[in-house]
């Protein structure tokens, strides 16, 4: 695990475009692991941004998002669906039939995860995995109790998650109480982990993850046990954090190859 410390949210999505555009120049085949969240929406920008003036090709990667509600129609106006179409589908050259997202709809949730995880392991495991964390230290819908070895799932929202959704729905009542989520154990297969935080609201939960101990209570400590994992945060979310941290230039001046391949 590497923390590098940015010095806003801008400069944390900048580096966080770069890490994963440099996976999509290089591998003949990228599988990215997507999330969703206001955190991520920088990162999409940027890698949008790429795509138009730099050429950035996506035409070869295959993409797997970590979660969706249960019972939301991939058209609802809240669906994971709706919001990776809204923030990067649509603006990128990706193989619309290689972008995949759990069916929250489907008929035998179980059955469903079992064929997500077998998609991903079929795709060739995922390349890069893009990472938000929840105010409680969250990754993904693994809530607070996530075994670190879980398997995609159905899981069960804790209130705390279900008040932090909340701006997004109309009332507290209509946030969907069920997720299916790639679990804690799928998400540490991925080759790299790319786990981004900003603002004050997140500085406990990084702190926790970071230099607390590895504990199913808090399921982003899981980054600890990954041997390429980045963890990048901004100034507010690193608020709490004791340990002396590089930042993004000193990492970038010392580009850390070995680490990186």
């Known amino acids: 695990m590497k923390v590098v410390l940015a010095s806003d949210p801008v400069e944390m999505s900048a580096f966080a475009a770069r890490f994963v555009a440099r996976r999509v120049r290089e591998v003949s085949h990228p599988v990215l692991g997507l999330a969703t969240g206001d ?28 979660d969706e ?3 939301l129609s991939p058209r609802h106006p809240q669906s994971y669906h709706t919001a990776m179409e809204a923030s990067f589908f649509r603006h990128v050259n990706l193989d619309r039939g290689r972008t995949f997202l759990p069916n929250g709809t489907a008929p035998d949730l ?34 607070p109790g996530s075994s670190l ?5 159905v899981k069960r929202l ?23 989520t790639m679990g804690v154990g799928t998400i540490g297969e991925a080759r790299f982990l790319l786990l981004l935080a900003s603002g004050e609201r997140k500085a406990a ?3 926790a993850a970071i230099e607390g101990p590895l504990t199913a209570m808090c399921p982003a400590s899981m980054v ?30 010392d580009p850390y190859e070995e680490f990186l391949n």
């Open 224 to 253: 600890q046990l990954h041997p390429h994992a980045f963890v990048v945060v901004d100034r507010a979310a690193a608020s709490q954090l004791a340990g002396a941290y590089e930042t993004v230039t000193q990492v970038e001046s």
């Open 158 to 180: 804790s209130d705390q998650t279900i008040r932090d959704n909340a701006r997004f729905f109309a009332s507290p009542d209509e946030v969907p109480r069920y997720v299916l």
């Open 205 to 207: 939960a990084v702190r």
């Open 39 to 66: 955190t991520v929406l920088g990162t999409y920008s940027e890698l949008i941004r790429m795509h138009r003036e730099e050429g950035l090709d996506f035409s070869a990667c295959t993409t797997f998002n970590l």
């Open 110 to 143: 179980l059955l469903e995860a079992e064929r997500y995880e077998a998609a991903i392991c079929q795709a060739g495991g995922v390349t890069v995995q893009l990472l938000g964390i929840g105010s409680n230290g969250h990754v993904a819908f693994n809530e």
């Open 149 to 153: 070895r879980s398997r995609t799932r």
């Open 69 to 71: 509600y249960v019972g």
